[in-house]
C-alpha cells in the first residue's frame, strides 16, 4: 500500500452511511472514492473535479451537483502546502473556487497529505493562484506588482489563449516568495489579494480547514491546531 492509499484507508474511517462527502481532486482522493465504493457506503458526494465526477460516477456512487447542495457532513481534499496553523495554498487546480464553496459547506474540511507538504510556515513556493475577471486583468496584475509580487497570466496547454476557469474567468499566477511582508502571514496575503476588485478568490485556504491526515514513513498522523 503506497502512502496516498494508507491516507485515503485512513480518511474512509470518518465516513458513515447517510452522509454527504466532499471529495476534492487528485489521486489520494481517487483512493478515497474507490474504498468507498469497494465498502458499499450509502452517501453522496458532491466534488468540484469533473476527473472525481466521473470517476464517482462510474463506480457507482451517488453524485449531487454543487449548485443543488448546501451543507455537506465531510470534506476531503489534498494541498501543495500546509502550515502548522492549518493554513493551505492549493495552487495548481484552477478549481480552488468551487473547492472554497465546498469547504464552506462542510461541517469539517479536510485535508489529505504526506510530510513534505507539511511547514512551520507556508513558503508559498507554489503559486498564490487567484480567479480574476477579466476585464480585470491588467489592473490585478498592477496591484500585485505593487504588493511586491509577481503576476503571470497561466497559459493553456491545449489550445492558444489563457486558462479559463469553470466560472469564465482567467486564473492568474501570483508568485510572493521570500517576500518579507507576508512571512509566516498568509492570511495577511489572503486578504490583501481578495480585496483587489476583480479577485474572485485565492488559492490560500484561512481559517477552514478543521484538521489534516498527514502520511508521516508508514503512519498517518492528525494535524490538529
Known amino acids: 500500500m503506497n502512502m496516498k492509499q494508507l491516507c485515503a484507508k485512513e480518511a474512509l474511517k470518518y465516513i458513515n452511511d447517510g452522509m454527504c462527502v466532499g471529495l476534492g481532486g487528485g489521486s489520494t482522493v481517487g483512493y478515497l472514492a474507490e474504498y468507498l465504493a469497494q465498502e458499499e457506503k450509502k452517501i453522496t458526494v458532491v466534488t468540484p473535479s469533473d476527473d472525481t465526477a466521473e470517476l464517482c460516477k462510474n ?121 518579507a511582508a507576508f512571512a509566516g502571514k498568509p492570511e495577511v496575503l489572503h486578504q490583501k489579494l481578495k480585496q483587489l476588485t476583480g479577485v474572485v478568490e485565492t488559492a490560500l485556504f484561512i481559517d477552514v480547514v478543521a484538521f489534516a491526515l498527514c502520511v508521516c514513513g508508514d503512519e498517518v498522523k492528525v494535524i490538529k491546531k
Do not use: W
Not at 454543487?66 to 501543495?80: K, P, Y
Open 59 to 179: 463506480l457507482g456512487l451517488m453524485v449531487l451537483s454543487l449548485e443543488m447542495t448546501d451543507h455537506i457532513d465531510i470534506a476531503f481534499d489534498g494541498c501543495d502546502e500546509l502550515d502548522k496553523h492549518l493554513n493551505a495554498l492549493k495552487a495548481n487546480g484552477a478549481i480552488h473556487t468551487k473547492e472554497k464553496i465546498i469547504a464552506a459547506m462542510a461541517e469539517k474540511y479536510v485535508l489529505l497529505i504526506d510530510e513534505s507538504k507539511y511547514y512551520e510556515t507556508l513558503p508559498l513556493e507554489d503559486s498564490v493562484t487567484l480567479e480574476v475577471i477579466p476585464q480585470s486583468r491588467n489592473y490585478v496584475q498592477a496591484q500585485v506588482e505593487k504588493l511586491g509580487g509577481k503576476a503571470v497570466m497561466r497559459k493553456n496547454s491545449a489550445k492558444a489563449g489563457f486558462v479559463i476557469s469553470d466560472n469564465g474567468n482567467y486564473i492568474m499566477d501570483t508568485y510572493f516568495t521570500e517576500l
